[in-house]
């Protein structure tokens, strides 16, 4: 099992540009979940998704924050325009069937995003 | 809304020391789960818990459901530099995701 992949591992980018984050869930998981992580807030969850559909998308801190999910192997997560203040650690996780029994989250290795 | 607290917030150990962390949540789970993430990388899964009362086990790492629902403890015996690094605990949030707490910041001096 490869787990979940995202891609890139380090984005750098100026401010203004648009930033997109990929990400691979692990096969025959239902829930993919995006979160953000900085030293201020924590691991926030921003949303997820159940069987390709948005669950919640509450945690979105803005518009210019949008989330796909177009099929059950594939997910990306779109900044658009970037600000500084976007610059955290991205990770997406995946899971079974939610928070039941034998059904934790497995992480990404994350996107390190820097915004200048 | 549903709240996590580590404690503590970091700590400095020996080597060879054993080391104790503890997560208390403001309402009862069913589940706890114990991650540990590495510099420059997610958080990978350690112990999940399912029952209260339980004692999990994985190698030199020990983790308990407390009894009450409320809390969770993780213990690390014999502790060795590659421990370092940050545990996070977390317990779910409704059917279908999982809140995590602040965590705790380990660092081993050899």
């Known amino acids: 099992d490869a787990g979940v992949i995202q891609s890139p591992r380090h984005e750098v980018t100026e401010m203004g540009q648009e930033v997109t984050l990929r990400c691979k869930p692990i096969?025959?998981?239902?829930?993919l979940f995006w979160y953000r992580q900085t030293m201020m807030r924590g691991l926030e969850l921003l949303i997820y998704?159940?069987?390709?559909?948005?669950i919640d998308d509450s945690g979105m801190p803005e518009d210019r924050f949008s989330a796909k999910m177009p099929n059950a192997s594939f997910s990306n997560l779109k900044i658009q325009p970037s600000e500084p203040r976007d610059s955290a650690v991205y990770f997406c996780a995946s899971s079974l069937w939610g928070t039941g029994r034998n059904s934790p989250l497995h992480f990404g290795n994350g996107t390190r995003l820097t915004v200048t | 809304g549903q709240q996590l607290n580590q404690s503590p917030q970091s700590m400095f150990i020996q080597e060879g020391e054993d080391v104790s962390m503890n997560c208390t949540s403001s309402?009862?789970?069913?589940?706890w789960l114990w991650y540990k993430q590495d510099p420059g990388e997610g958080p990978v899964l350690l112990i999940a818990l399912y029952k209260a009362g339980e004692l999990t086990s994985n190698g030199r790492l020990t983790a308990q459901f407390g009894i009450t629902r409320k809390d969770s403890f993780l213990n690390i015996s014999a502790s060795i530099p590659s421990d370092v690094g940050i545990y996070f605990c977390a317990g779910p949030s409704g059917t279908y995701k999982y809140i995590f707490g602040t965590g705790t910041r380990l660092k081993v001096l050899a």
């Open positions: 096969s025959g998981h239902d829930y």
């Open positions: 309402s009862i789970f069913n589940t």
């Open positions: 998704f159940n069987n390709n559909v948005p």
